[in-house]
C-alpha cells in the first residue's frame, strides 16, 4: 500500500536520525499526498530518501513516528509492539507479581507507540488514544491485547473522549471494545488495596506512576503527622498509615475524591482513627492549617499542559512549595512533585530552591524521583519524563 509522502526541508531529517519521534510542522517542505489526520504517512528527505512511518496530525507535531524501518503496519505488527512491551513488563518483575497486580503497560513513546496508554488492572485493559492515528486501530490494538496475554486479560476498556485532539472533531465515547466489567475493581498495588474506577475516575482510574514514590514515603511516615494535599483517591495516605504515621490528613477541592479516599483507607484499615480527609482548597488549606505536620505531600495537577503557560506554573509552584515551608515543623520532610511535561527539571527545582529561599529555611535534598519503570522514557525522547519529584528535609 502506497502512504502519503512527508517531504521535509534540507537537514530537517537530523532528528529523525537520531530517532526522536516527532516530525514538526515547521520541517516539512510539502505533502505528496492529501492525508486525513491520523492516517499513514510515509516521510523522507529532501532528496528522496526513507527516513520513518507515522500517524499524520494536524497541529505542530505533524508526524508521530512509530518505525524506522519501511513496513506496512497491520495487526501483527502492532501486536509484536504489544508483546515487546508486555515481556518488558515482566523482566522487571511487574506483569506477574504476586501483591501488585495494576502497572503501565503502554507508555507512548517509550514503548515507540507514540499517542497511546495503556494501563492494566488485574484482568482488565483501560486504553486512552491521544492521537486519532491510534484511535483508529483501537480494535486491533484490543484484540492484540487479549492475544498477547493468553487469558490473563478479559475485558479491554476503552477512554479516549476527553484526550483526543479536539481539533479532529471525532465523535467517540468511552466503552468496553471487548468484555465487559462495570464493578469497581479494586486494584492492589504493593499489598494495598484501592479502588480503580476507570468508569468515572481521572485518567484510567488511579495515578499508577506514583507507585515506588509511596513506597519511599512509607519508609518516612512512622510517628509522624503527615498531610496529604491533592490526594485525589488517597494513594499516598494508606501507604503513611501502614508505615506507620501518627495522623494522617488528606485535603483534596474534589468531594468525590476525598470520598475515594475514605474507601481506600477502610479498604486497608477498617475503623482507622488516626485519619481524615477534607473537601477544600489546597491553598486555603495551607494558608489556615498551623505547624503541625512534619511530613508534607505536595502532588497538585499538572499546573502547565502548555508551554505557553509556563512562567504562570512555575509561580504556582513556587508559590505552593513556599506555604509548605513556611508552614512545616522544624526536622520536617517534603515530597513535592510535577507532572507537566512542560516544565523540566531544572525548572522545577529552581521554583523549589526560589520557594526555599523565600521561606528562609535551611532545606537538604534527600531524593530527587521520578516515574517508575513501567513508564518508560525513550533514550531517543527525552521529553517522556514528564515526572519530576523532590524529597526535602526542612531544618
Request: proline share 3%.
Amino acid at each position: 500500500m502506497d502512504f502519503a509522502k512527508v517531504i521535509l526541508k534540507p537537514k530537517k531529517e537530523e532528528s529523525l536520525q537520531r530517532f526522536h519521534p516527532w516530525v514538526f510542522s515547521g520541517a516539512i517542505q510539502k505533502i505528496a499526498g492529501s492525508p486525513k489526520e491520523g492516517d499513514i504517512v510515509d516521510v523522507y528527505t529532501c532528496n528522496g530518501e526513507y527516513c520513518a512511518t507515522g500517524h499524520y496530525q494536524i497541529g505542530s507535531i505533524a508526524v508521530r513516528i512509530f518505525t524506522f524501518e519501511k513496513t506496512e503496519p497491520g495487526k501483527s505488527f502492532w501486536t509484536e509492539k504489544l508483546r515487546q512491551a508486555y515481556e518488558m513488563r515482566r523482566a522487571i518483575g511487574l506483569a506477574e507479581s504476586g501483591d501488585t497486580d495494576a502497572y503501565r503497560l503502554i507508555h507512548g513513546e517509550g514503548d515507540f507507540m507514540p499517542g497511546l496508554v495503556i494501563d492494566i488492572y488485574n484482568k482488565t485493559a483501560v486504553m486512552q488514544a491521544h492521537s486519532v492515528g491510534m484511535h483508529n486501530i483501537r480494535q486491533e490494538l484490543a484484540e492484540g491485547l487479549i492475544e498477547v496475554f493468553g487469558g490473563k486479560l478479559e475485558n479491554v476498556y476503552y477512554k479516549s473522549e476527553s484526550t483526543l485532539p479536539f481539533k479532529a472533531n471525532i465523535d467517540t465515547e468511552d466503552g468496553y471494545l471487548i468484555g465487559k466489567d462495570d464493578k469497581n475493581y479494586i486494584a492492589t498495588e504493593n499489598g494495598l488495596k484501592f479502588q480503580a474506577d476507570w468508569l468515572k475516575g481521572q485518567k484510567t482510574g488511579f495515578f499508577i506512576d506514583q507507585r515506588e514514590n509511596r513506597a519511599l514515603l512509607e519508609k518516612y511516615a512512622k510517628g509522624r503527622s503527615v498531610l496529604n494535599m491533592f490526594c485525589y483517591t488517597g494513594g499516598f495516605s494508606f501507604y503513611a498509615l501502614r508505615g506507620g504515621a501518627k495522623e494522617v490528613h488528606s485535603v483534596d477541592s474534589s468531594a468525590k475524591a476525598i470520598e475515594l479516599t475514605k474507601k481506600n483507607v477502610e479498604l486497608n484499615f477498617a475503623d482507622c482513627k488516626n485519619h481524615e480527609a477534607y473537601a477544600v482548597d489546597a491553598f486555603k488549606y495551607l494558608d489556615d492549617m498551623q505547624d503541625r505536620y512534619d511530613l508534607i505531600i505536595l502532588d497538585p495537577p499538572a499546573f502547565a499542559k502548555h508551554r505557553d503557560v509556563l512562567r504562570n506554573a512555575l509561580q504556582g509552584y513556587k508559590k505552593l512549595n513556599a506555604k509548605a515551608f513556611e508552614k512545616i515543623k522544624p526536622g520536617g520532610i517534603l515530597f513535592t512533585f510535577s507532572c507537566s511535561q512542560a516544565v523540566s527539571k531544572e525548572q522545577f527545582r529552581l521554583a523549589v530552591f526560589s520557594a526555599a529561599a523565600i521561606s528562609g529555611r535551611n532545606v537538604k535534598i534527600l531524593h530527587q524521583l521520578t516515574q517508575p519503570a513501567d513508564h518508560p522514557v525513550s533514550i531517543y525522547h527525552p521529553e517522556g519524563e514528564y515526572l519530576k519529584g523532590l524529597v526535602l528535609y526542612v531544618e
